[in-house]
Structure formats: structure tokens, C-alpha cells
């Protein structure tokens, strides 16, 4: 614990600065980050990284990236006012660690050290949390271990109670103080579960082998299991449920024309794309719509000349500061060292989606295409213009200047007095077609898509170079003129379009979740960015379903204040009041109180410390409100935001988490672990995925936290497992190989209870209490739990999953442990009972056939071979024991691998999962049993092994009954489990294990 939470603190550490400039009586200079203090001015400029939590004081053009705290790659524009309540939100607040990408300016420290934000969240990621170090399969063992301790104790307390109260006395002969301690110990062998530490380590070692296969590293396999009773996982957005790459979706112009991209292996964006160095260049005077592509284009456009469209693209390709890097890959051949030049995209994320839509859908070699439009100047987008201005020198007019408008619509609209439709006219810009184009824009962001409006104006080079004059001379006369352009004209622009960014989806993720939601497991995502966004998003990956979200609806609440200050909270469904809830007002959740309580706490005495560590080996911590799991879902979806969260009270949050499908948006950090705490609190077994530092909390605490390859070293370290291959479908393999190391752990238990504890256990008490011979010699019990049972329960850990194993509930804290009473009453009552029938049937038929008949031998005790109706010397009594022994011996053998073939699945036939031949064959079955059989021969058949340990040759025709007996057991098994698929609410249905 103590060496993860090093590796932890190691990761948060490379995200942190060293140095900082600071501005101490009226002096600048450089000092360590660590003598930092609140009220410190610190100096900010590009390329540094927040050396605290500090508020902005004066910023010029300043955009900072907070993507390894919040999650959330697109760079903030930096404001000197309040912009939300919350403070994770406010764009006057910089956080430590975030990185400066563009600007400068001042900002004065508000928090150090562990005081701040991330700090906060490395106290809590490294917290020792040790107690809870015990994972679900180390209880399930424990519980195991315990149970077969107990039985064993109290069977050996009745073995001595009835020999030193009644045999001791009425029968002293019979059997003798040392013939008692071997039974004892007899006793004691048959109890232990020999083969279930051997079955769950290889097990755990076909876990890590299926894990591997499927590109999954698990930090300890044990954790695997707890995905048996996964019932809710919990998802980041951005580069979890999406490619974390902005990319080009739809072009839009004039009223209802439109260009659809069509994504594919050639022409995917990223936001650092490493592209060819030689690309197939277009002349900007021939940009057209490509007859090659695969896009789909609205049937009023002429696809051989679009004079807008055009336009359009040529903006995309100017007004952009997306640029690239040269890369020298060098690499060996033949002995050779070679050098393949590649180029890295770096730049605004925006920026970047523009530039690989012109490079991988127009095929533009645009470094060539910014040397022949020569740029004169440009305005960079800020938060106050939200635009973005270049003029470019046209290489075939060069008496012309280009000035493109990009930006927000709802901004570039205003600007703009015309529009340039499908046939090239320049068309006035009127109220009503201003009031469609927002209506669509709005539409478009409703649906979660980022629009780009796009404007131009083409002016005489004698006018712009008047503009920039005018403009000039103000700067340095004082005179303020036209200060927000920079120069360029502040109207007349003409029109051209929109296009529509989006994060796409990982491209396994829908269906992905389709199977995780048919496993009945809720996935709720949690994420900082908006609500409609997230809600598209949603819509996207099928976290919001048809049949629920859209079908039913979606639902809301809002909180306000009443006249005695208390919180009311408005819960609505499609905007219709369902009811009002009123309570006091509460203290909201934080890091800090959750990383310091149990430093606060008085540590409780030794002995209840000691208890508490006693009772966590064997039982899981009590839900609050564990009867809120077993209440039926709400079958409507809800959205709420990170702001609503630390007010709500129990009632609440028993509302909320009823929810079928759950987004969570506009989330901290700390916001992020209090759900996933709510959760768990309501019973229900959470996994984490993530990708982020913001994520660190979340995944450390959550019941499986799991971390993708490409997300932060934080993250990593603090999940129990990571997806290396970054694909959302992984998880599918996860918990299917869960739930199958629960299923075969259940069915070895199955397997060696009922010969190893039952079948062995009744052979001693019935020869006490009833004085027959002993069925089962000590030296054999041992044998068949060391070396017959070890063999076939080993091959029953190798069983691949049933067909059905995703379509089952997870299971849960009532019924889904390894050891149940419908596990038990399976195992003792049903196959115990009738393995234990069958081998004393065999017994007794065996001295019945040689003569001696039932009444003969029962009640007997040290009588036994006495007044016998057939003459027999105590020789030929010694040897007839031996042989009835091993038929007890080999009747229990034959019967087990009767029992395995029955339980070797839960409910899918045998004919279904067959052991011989298709997919679920199980050569190590046939092997296993074949070494079973071959066991029994050598100890029965081999003369010299029959002389040492008092065993005998058994005639086959006294455990063939056995065969009889275990195929009409496969029929009735085989039956049960029919009624159990075909009527799953019968009776037989709910006892079945």
C-alpha cells in the first residue's frame, strides 16, 4: 500500500513546475514553487504551468489547459470576472499544474501545496486506505474456510460427545482412545478443502492468461472477481467514451445546403495528427467538391463548382494557426540508417480540425497555399471579441485583400449584412434568414456539436491599407478607433457557413455498452463538460436508450431557496412538476473533510480494532440503504450538473441513483467521488473507468477502478487495472472473465463438498452410532480429497464461460456469495444425499452378495464377525472390510465425475456446453478424470499397495450400480436446469445455486 501510494505521489509530481516568477515589492524575480504563499502576484506567460491555485488579475489573450485536472482538452479563455458560482467552473480561476498555451498576464495566489485542488486530490488518491485492502474473493475464502472450520469443529465435538457419553462405556472396546484421535483426524482430512486453494490459483493464473489475451493488465487478479457483482460502472467522457480528438462533421451554407464527412481510415483527425510529408496538392482556384468522396452533399449542390463551398475551405485553410512540426523519424534498414520525415499538427484543437479536413478530405497542401496568400495581419480570438480575423494578399488578385471572419455564429451573424448562396450571388442578409440560420446553429447545439461560423469581405488593397493606416495612427495619437478590430472592418461582411465539430465516439463504445446494459449493469457517465453535450454524447453511445430516454423522457429538478432558508427542490419530468421536496440546507462535500476524518477521529481501543479487522476478513461493510438496491429502477433517464450535487440529502439522492440511465455533467473531482461514495452506500458494487487526473479520486476508490493506456500516469496508477489497448470493449471481456472465476469458484465448491465434507463425514458417524464396519478407511478419504477430488476440481477452474453468462444479473450481497444456502442445499441435501446413497448401496450390496445380510452387520460394534450366518474367519472378516472399503472408495470416485459433468454448468444443458468436442470442449476434464480412474486402479488393483494400506481388488459388479445412479442424476440435473431456463420464476428457479 504504502510503495502504490509512493508511485501516486511520483505521478502527481511531474505534473507539478519548480520554479515561479513572482512580483515582490515591486521586484520580479524567480523562486521555488514551495515558498509560495497566498497573496503572492505571480507573472504568467506561455508555455508555463500554474505553480498554484491563483485568480487572474490581468490577462492578454490568455488560454490556459486544465485537461490532466479536469479531463477536458479544449483550452479556456481566461476573464477577469466571476463566470459561475462553482468554482471549478469560473474562467478567472487558474488551477495548479494547468498549462499556459496562449497570452500572458498576472494572477495572485489563492492556494499552495495541499491546499490546492490537486493537492487535495493526492491527499485522497495516496490516502492508506488498507482496511479496505481485503478484495471480495479474500472474503468468499475466508467466509469458506470458516464455514468448513466450524463443521469441522462441531462434528468432531458429536464424534467425542458420543464416545466418551456412550461408547466409551457401553462398547470400550470397540473403539479405543487411539482409534478415536484417528477418527478425529480422519475427520479432519475429509473437512479440508484440499483442492481449493490448487483450483483458485489456477484459476487466478487463467484469469491473467484471458486478461493478457484480451489486453488488459491487472494489478492484482484478485479485484477481477469483484466484477462478478459489478452493478454500476461509472464513466468519464472525453477520451473515455471519445476519441478525445475534435474532428470536422458537417459543413453548412446557405439556407439548406450542406456537406457531410463521412469518417474513415484516410482522412481521421487528431489533434496532433502525424500526417505525410508529400501530399497530393489542389490549386486553391480549383477547389471543388471531390467526385472521389465518400461525403454526402445536399442535392441543390452542383458538385462540379461550388463558389461558397469553396470560400469556405479556402477560410479553413487562411484563417487558421494550425501548423506543423517536422519530426525526424530515423529509422534502420539493411544496416542503413534512414531518415522519414513526418509532420505533427499542433495548435488550437479547433484549429487542427480545420487543418486535417483540408489535408485529408481537399487533399490541400496548405503550407504552399499560406505562401501564395501571402497573410498581412490577423486578429487572434479572444473571450471578449470570440472571433477571429485574418487579411491574406489572393495569389490571383493581387490587388485584392481577403479578410476572414471565424468565430461563435450568434457573434459572427451580426457582423455580417449579406450571404453567398449555392450560385455564387451575394444575397441580403435579412431578419428572417438570420433568425433560421440561429435556429439551425442552436439545433446543431443542442445535439452536442461545436459550430464554427465563417465569414469573408473582400476589400481593394488602397482600401484595407487606408484602414490599417487610420487605425495606426490612433494607437500612437491616443485616439480610440475601431480598438476591438485591430483595424479590420467592423461590418459588411458577407456569410458563408457553418461547420460542426464533434468528439467522436470510440467506435466499439455503443455496442460496447448495449452488451454491458444487457449484462444489467447501469452505466452512468460523469463528466465536466456541459449538460447538452454530455446528453448528445449519450444519445450517441447508447448510455440514453431509445425505449427509455426518448420513449419515456428525461428527467430534471432545480433547487431554490424558500423564505426560511431552506433548500426546495422541483422535481420535474419532460418539464412537468412530478413534486417539491423541501429540507434544511446542508454543508456541500469536499476533499479535505474526507481525506482528514480519520485523522480527527479518537482511534477506538485495541479490542474493537482488533474485532473490526476480524469481521472485515469475512463480511463486507453494510450499505446504509441496502433495501434502495432492490427497488425497481425508474425507467427514465436524468441529467443533472455538478452544482446541484453537494445540496442534496438522502431522499435525493434515493431519487436520483433510481434513475435507469444517469449523466452526470459540469463534475469536479470531488463531485465524481461523492456519487460513486453514493453508490456504494445504497449497496450497489461500483466500477470506475477513466482517463484523467481528475479521474485519480474516483478510480482509487471505487470498488474496480479502471485507467486507460493513453491517459495520465495519476490515473494509472491509481486504478487496479488498465485497458491497454484503450478500447471500451475490453471491459466486456473483464467482466465476462469476472463473473466466470466466480461461476467455476462456485462450481469447485460444488465438486468437493459433497464427497470431501459429506460422503467421508457419515461413514464414521454411522459406524458410532449404528456399529457397522467403517465404510471408508481413513487412508482413503485422504486419497480421494488429495489426489481424486484435487484432479477434477483443477479441470473444473479451467471451464469456459456459459452462453448466458452476460445475460445474467451481478450478483449481490444476499445471495452472491461463494457460499450460500442454496449453494449448500444443492451440494449437501441434493448430490451429497444421493453420492452418499449411491456408496453405501454399493457397500451394502456387497456384503449382502458375499452372504452376510444387512441385519448382520448393523449394531454389531466389537461383535462384528461374530455369530455370522455364513462361516468366516476373522482373516477372510479383515479382508471382505478391505474390499467393501474400496468399493465405498470407487462407488464415491465413479459418482464424482457424474458430479462434475453435472456441474460443470449452471444452467446451460449439457448438450449445450459440451466437454467433447465444439467450443466449450475441456481436454483437461478428459485428463483429469482419466488420472481419477488410473488413481483408483493403482490403490485397489496393485497387490503390493493392497497389502500396505489395507485396500483390495473391487469386482466390478459392485459399483456399477454407482454408473446407474449417476446417469439417472445427470437426467434429473439436466431436467432442473431445463425448468430453470424455461420457467425462471418457478420454485426450482429460486433455489437453484
Not at 19 to 42: H, K, S, Y
Not at 119 to 142: A, I, P, Q, W, Y
Not at 792 to 800: D, G, H, P, R, V
Not at 965 to 980: A, N, Q, S, T
Given at each position: 500500500?504504502?510503495?502504490?501510494?509512493?508511485?501516486?505521489?511520483?505521478?502527481?509530481?511531474?505534473?507539478?513546475?519548480?520554479?515561479?516568477?513572482?512580483?515582490?515589492?515591486?521586484?520580479?524575480?524567480?523562486?521555488?514553487?514551495?515558498?509560495?504563499?497566498?497573496?503572492?502576484?505571480?507573472?504568467?506567460?506561455?508555455?508555463?504551468?500554474?505553480?498554484?491555485?491563483?485568480?487572474?488579475?490581468?490577462?492578454?489573450g490568455l488560454k490556459i489547459n486544465s485537461a490532466e485536472l479536469t479531463g477536458e482538452t479544449k483550452p479556456i479563455t481566461v476573464t477577469l470576472h466571476c463566470t459561475s458560482q462553482t468554482l471549478m467552473e469560473s474562467t478567472n480561476i487558474g488551477f495548479y499544474s494547468s498549462l499556459v498555451e496562449q497570452g500572458m498576464g498576472?494572477?495572485?495566489?489563492?492556494?499552495?501545496?495541499?491546499?490546492?485542488?490537486?493537492?487535495?486530490?493526492?491527499?485522497?488518491?495516496?490516502?492508506?486506505?488498507?482496511?479496505?485492502?481485503?478484495?471480495?474473493?479474500?472474503?468468499?475464502?475466508?467466509?469458506?474456510?470458516?464455514?468448513?472450520?466450524?463443521?469441522?469443529?462441531?462434528?468432531?465435538?458429536?464424534?467425542?460427545?458420543?464416545?466418551?457419553?456412550?461408547?466409551?462405556?457401553?462398547?470400550?472396546?470397540?473403539?479405543?482412545?487411539?482409534?478415536?484421535?484417528?477418527?478425529?483426524?480422519?475427520?479432519?482430512?475429509?473437512?479440508?478443502?484440499?483442492?481449493?486453494?490448487?483450483?483458485?490459483?489456477?484459476?487466478?493464473?487463467i484469469v491473467a492468461k484471458r486478461l493478457s489475451q484480451q489486453r488488459i493488465l491487472g494489478k492484482s487478479l484478485q479485484i477481477v472477481e469483484s466484477f462478478n457483482s459489478v452493478s454500476v460502472i461509472t464513466t468519464d467522457k472525453t477520451g473515455t467514451l471519445t476519441e478525445n480528438k475534435l474532428v470536422v462533421n458537417e459543413i453548412f451554407w446557405d439556407t439548406d445546403s450542406e456537406y457531410k464527412i463521412i469518417e474513415n481510415e484516410e482522412n481521421k483527425s487528431s489533434a496532433n495528427k502525424i500526417i505525410p510529408h508529400t501530399i497530393r496538392r489542389l490549386s486553391v482556384g480549383s477547389l471543388h467538391v471531390p467526385q472521389h468522396s465518400t461525403a454526402k452533399v445536399s442535392p441543390a449542390v452542383d458538385r462540379s463548382r461550388v463558389e461558397v463551398f469553396d470560400d469556405l475551405i479556402l477560410g479553413a485553410a487562411l484563417c487558421n494557426n494550425a501548423k506543423t512540426n517536422l519530426v525526424k523519424d530515423t529509422q534502420r534498414k539493411h544496416g542503413i540508417r534512414k531518415r522519414n520525415p513526418e509532420i505533427q499538427v499542433i495548435g488550437d484543437p479547433m484549429d487542427i480540425a480545420l487543418y486535417n479536413l483540408c489535408v485529408y478530405e481537399f487533399r490541400m497542401e496548405i503550407d504552399e497555399i499560406r505562401c501564395l496568400n501571402t497573410r498581412l495581419r490577423s486578429l487572434l480570438f479572444n473571450s471578449k471579441n470570440k472571433f477571429m480575423i485574418t487579411a491574406n494578399r489572393l495569389e490571383w488578385k493581387k490587388d485584392t485583400i481577403l479578410m476572414t471572419m471565424k468565430g461563435a455564429p450568434e457573434v459572427i451573424i451580426q457582423y455580417c449584412s449579406s450571404y453567398k448562396s449555392n450560385d455564387g450571388q451575394i444575397l441580403p442578409l435579412t431578419i428572417e434568414i438570420k433568425q433560421k440560420l440561429v435556429r439551425r446553429q442552436e439545433m446543431l447545439s443542442k445535439n452536442g456539436y461545436r459550430v464554427i461560423a465563417m465569414s469573408q469581405q473582400k476589400l481593394r488593397k488602397m482600401r484595407y491599407d487606408q484602414l490599417i493606416q487610420r487605425y495606426e495612427e490612433s494607437q500612437r495619437s491616443g485616439i480610440i478607433f475601431n480598438q476591438d478590430f485591430n483595424g479590420f472592418p467592423t461590418e459588411n461582411y458577407c456569410f458563408l457557413g457553418f461547420f460542426t465539430l464533434f468528439d467522436s465516439p470510440r467506435f466499439d463504445v455503443p455496442d460496447s455498452i448495449l452488451k454491458i446494459r444487457q449484462a444489467h449493469i447501469r452505466i452512468a457517465m460523469i463528466t465536466g463538460d456541459h449538460p447538452t453535450t454530455a446528453t448528445a454524447v449519450a444519445r450517441q453511445v447508447n448510455i440514453f436508450s431509445e425505449e427509455i430516454s426518448k420513449r419515456n423522457g428525461i428527467d430534471t429538478f432545480q433547487i431554490d431557496e424558500n423564505d426560511n432558508n431552506h433548500s426546495v427542490f422541483r422535481l420535474c419530468r419532460n418539464e412537468i412538476l412530478l413534486q417539491e421536496h423541501t429540507r434544511d440546507i446542508i454543508t456541500p462535500f469536499s476533499f479535505r473533510s474526507k481525506a482528514t476524518t480519520t485523522t480527527i477521529e479518537k482511534q477506538p481501543s485495541w479490542y474493537k480494532r482488533w474485532y473490526s479487522s476480524c469481521t472485515a476478513q469475512f463480511s463486507e461493510p453494510k450499505p446504509i440503504f441496502y433495501k434502495e438496491k432492490e427497488k425497481e429502477k425508474i425507467p427514465y433517464a436524468l441529467v443533472m450538473t455538478g452544482s446541484q450535487i453537494g445540496y442534496m440529502d438522502d431522499f435525493m439522492w434515493n431519487w436520483v441513483l433510481s434513475h435507469q440511465e444517469l449523466v452526470f455533467a459540469r463534475t469536479s473531482p470531488e463531485q465524481k467521488l461523492h456519487i460513486i461514495m453514493e453508490f456504494q452506500r445504497r449497496g450497489e458494487t461500483v466500477a470506475a473507468i477513466g482517463d484523467g487526473t481528475n479521474d485519480a479520486p474516483s478510480l482509487k476508490y471505487a470498488d474496480v477502478g479502471i485507467a486507460m493506456q493513453s491517459g495520465t500516469n495519476v490515473s494509472k496508477e491509481?486504478?487496479?487495472?488498465?485497458?491497454?489497448?484503450?478500447?471500451?470493449?475490453?471491459?466486456?471481456?473483464?467482466?465476462?472473465?469476472?463473473?466466470?472465476?466466480?461461476?467455476?469458484?462456485?462450481?469447485?465448491?460444488?465438486?468437493?463438498?459433497?464427497?470431501?465434507?459429506?460422503?467421508?463425514?457419515?461413514?464414521?458417524?454411522?459406524?458410532?452410532?449404528?456399529?457397522?464396519?467403517?465404510?471408508?478407511?481413513?487412508?482413503?478419504?485422504?486419497?480421494?480429497?488429495?489426489?481424486?477430488?484435487?484432479?477434477?476440481?483443477?479441470?473444473?477452474?479451467?471451464?469456459?464461460?456459459?452462453?448466458?453468462?452476460?445475460?445474467?444479473?451481478?450478483?449481490?450481497?444476499?445471495n452472491g456469495h461463494l457460499l450460500n444456502i442454496k449453494l449448500l442445499t444443492h451440494a449437501y441435501l441434493f448430490i451429497g444425499n444421493l453420492e452418499c446413497f449411491t456408496a453405501f448401496f454399493c457397500f451394502c450390496y456387497y456384503w449382502i452378495d458375499n452372504g452376510i445380510s444387512f441385519?448382520?452387520?448393523?449394531?454389531?460394534?466389537?461383535?462384528?464377525?461374530?455369530?455370522?450366518?455364513?462361516?468366516?474367519?476373522?482373516?477372510?472378516?479383515?479382508?471382505?472390510?478391505?474390499?467393501s472399503q474400496s468399493v465405498y472408495y470407487c462407488s464415491l470416485c465413479i459418482f464424482q465425475i457424474f458430479n462434475y459433468f453435472s456441474t460443470r454448468t449452471r444452467y446451460a444443458s449439457i448438450f449445450q456446453h459440451n466437454p467433447f468436442w465444439g467450443q466449450n470442449r475441456n481436454w483437461f476434464a478428459l485428463v483429469a478424470i482419466m488420472i481419477s480412474i488410473i488413481v483408483q486402479l493403482i490403490f485397489t488393483q496393485v497387490t503390493w499397495l493392497n497389502e500396505i494400506f489395507d485396500t483390495a481388488p473391487v469386482?466390478?459388479?459392485?459399483?456399477?450400480?454407482?454408473?446407474?445412479?449417476?446417469?439417472?442424476?445427470?437426467?434429473?440435473?439436466?431436467?432442473?436446469?431445463?425448468?430453470?431456463?424455461?420457467?425462471?420464476h418457478s420454485i426450482i428457479a429460486r433455489i437453484a445455486w
Open positions: 500500500q504504502k510503495l502504490k501510494s509512493i508511485k501516486i505521489i511520483a505521478s502527481f509530481s511531474k505534473l507539478l513546475p519548480t520554479v515561479a516568477t513572482v512580483r515582490r515589492d515591486g521586484v520580479e524575480q524567480q523562486i521555488p514553487t514551495n515558498e509560495l504563499v497566498p497573496g503572492d502576484i505571480i507573472l504568467i506567460r506561455m508555455g508555463d504551468v500554474l505553480p498554484a491555485d491563483c485568480r487572474f488579475l490581468t490577462c492578454e498576472e494572477a495572485i495566489v489563492i492556494a499552495t501545496g495541499d491546499n490546492t485542488i490537486l493537492g487535495k486530490m493526492s491527499g485522497t488518491t495516496t490516502k492508506d486506505n488498507s482496511s479496505n485492502e481485503t478484495t471480495n474473493l479474500h472474503r468468499e475464502v475466508n467466509r469458506f474456510v470458516l464455514f468448513v472450520l466450524v463443521a469441522d469443529i462441531i462434528s468432531i465435538i458429536i464424534l467425542w460427545i458420543t464416545w466418551l457419553g456412550w461408547l466409551n462405556y457401553s462398547h470400550p472396546t470397540f473403539i479405543t482412545l487411539t482409534g478415536n484421535i484417528l477418527n478425529s483426524i480422519g475427520m479432519i482430512v475429509s473437512f479440508l478443502p484440499v483442492g481449493l486453494p490448487s483450483a483458485i490459483t489456477l484459476a487466478l493464473v491509481a486504478s487496479d487495472m488498465i485497458l491497454l489497448d484503450n478500447n471500451f470493449s475490453s471491459l466486456i471481456s473483464a467482466i465476462e472473465t469476472g463473473r466466470l472465476l466466480a461461476d467455476n469458484l462456485k462450481k469447485v465448491v460444488i465438486y468437493l463438498l459433497p464427497a470431501g465434507s459429506w460422503a467421508e463425514l457419515w461413514p464414521i458417524m454411522f459406524n458410532m452410532w449404528f456399529g457397522i464396519p467403517l465404510s471408508l478407511s481413513a487412508f482413503l478419504a485422504t486419497i480421494l480429497c488429495v489426489l481424486n477430488d484435487l484432479t477434477i476440481s483443477l479441470a473444473m477452474a479451467t471451464e469456459k464461460p456459459e452462453t448466458e453468462i452476460l445475460s445474467r444479473p451481478p450478483s449481490n450481497q444476499k441385519y448382520s452387520f448393523m449394531f454389531t460394534y466389537e461383535y462384528f464377525g461374530e455369530n455370522l450366518p455364513t462361516a468366516y474367519n476373522r482373516q477372510d472378516i479383515n479382508q471382505m472390510i478391505n474390499v469386482p466390478a459388479k459392485y459399483v456399477m450400480p454407482t454408473i446407474g445412479f449417476g446417469i439417472g442424476w445427470l437426467v434429473i440435473d439436466e431436467f432442473r436446469k431445463l425448468c430453470v431456463r424455461k420457467f425462471p
